[in-house]
């Protein structure tokens, strides 16, 4: 197993399905207190708060769908008619976690990147629903419902960036979506009280990535945040803290996300 591969697979598989269980029971709160489904996600421009449970609630059928499937499932078509959205939600995320418990963290399943396993989805769904959770909480803080809490766990935000580094931006310069970072891009992570938590480096990929007699990739500098700020900017949901404006548009341009 690479380096690559070990990163794609929660540390606990056990852990990382309950604390799935608990975020999207959260989420489905969330979805629970909205009071105008045409009101807009600041986060995802273009996007109503229908939009943003539809979208969860589907990316989890495609997820459990992923296990046990040797090739990219179909989006699950939408089985929610008459019934009110955020039930909804709460079966096709039930089901999900079902799925993943029954069948354990080393069954086959197509991912996107990495062993073909079951665990691979324990941790990408963990991330997709807690970012979303974030979005439905800005928008209902923006007047779509009643305003709900958002917090994650230091922990959950840096394997979130670990994510991020070791998986999706490999993914995004394999599939032409970006050419990549022109330089090395340090995430140093703190506390809330400021305290170094890790220190995280994501790697050149550009055409100017390399110096001209072959030496090491040049440095482009440092970002510096708590792993939760970090995690919200590399999905596009805020800036990067302690980086100058050329330094956060290089990072932005990168495209470590799709």
């Known amino acids: 197993m690479t380096q690559s591969d070990t990163a794609a697979l929660?540390?606990?598989?056990?852990?990382?399905?309950?604390?799935?269980?608990?975020?999207?029971?959260?989420?489905?709160?969330?979805?629970?207190?909205i009071g105008c489904w045409?009101?807009?996600?600041?986060?995802?421009?273009?996007w109503s708060v229908r939009d943003l449970v539809l979208h969860l609630g589907t990316i989890h059928g495609w997820a459990a769908a992923a296990i046990g499937a040797e090739h990219a499932p179909a989006d699950p078509p939408f089985d929610g008619e008459g019934i009110p959205l955020p039930k909804w939600y709460r079966s096709r995320s039930a089901s999900l976690v079902e799925a993943l418990r029954e069948a354990g963290p080393e069954a086959p399943a197509w991912t996107l990147w990495g062993d073909r396993v079951a665990a691979f989805w324990a941790r990408r769904q963990l991330h997709e629903t807690a970012v979303h959770a974030y979005d439905l909480s800005v928008a209902l803080a923006a007047g779509a419902g009643e305003p709900?809490?958002?917090?994650?766990?230091?922990?959950v935000a840096l394997d979130g960036l670990r994510e991020v580094i070791a998986g999706f931006y490999p993914r995004q310069?394999?599939?032409?979506?970006?050419?990549?970072?022109?330089g090395v891009v340090r995430f140093e992570v703190r506390t809330d009280r400021g305290e170094p938590l890790a220190s995280l480096e994501a790697?050149?990929?550009?055409?100017?990535?390399?110096?001209?007699?072959?030496?090491?990739?040049?440095?482009?500098?440092?970002?510096?945040?708590?792993a939760a700020e970090l995690?919200?900017?590399?999905?596009?949901?805020?800036?990067?803290?302690?980086?100058?404006e050329e330094l956060a548009a290089a990072i932005r341009a990168a495209c470590l996300t799709p």
């Open 38 to 46: 045409d009101a807009p996600v600041p986060t995802c421009p273009g």
């Open 173 to 182: 310069v394999r599939l032409g979506r970006t050419a990549g970072l022109p």
């Open 148 to 155: 709900a809490p958002w917090s994650v766990p230091d922990a």
């Open 10 to 33: 929660p540390p606990d598989f056990a852990s990382a399905v309950g604390r799935l269980d608990e975020l999207t029971a959260q989420f489905a709160a969330g979805a629970g207190r």
């Open 231 to 244: 995690y919200l900017a590399v999905w596009g949901r805020g800036p990067y803290p302690g980086a100058s």
């Open 203 to 226: 790697p050149a990929w550009g055409a100017d990535s390399s110096t001209n007699d072959g030496g090491a990739a040049p440095e482009l500098g440092a970002v510096a945040g708590t």
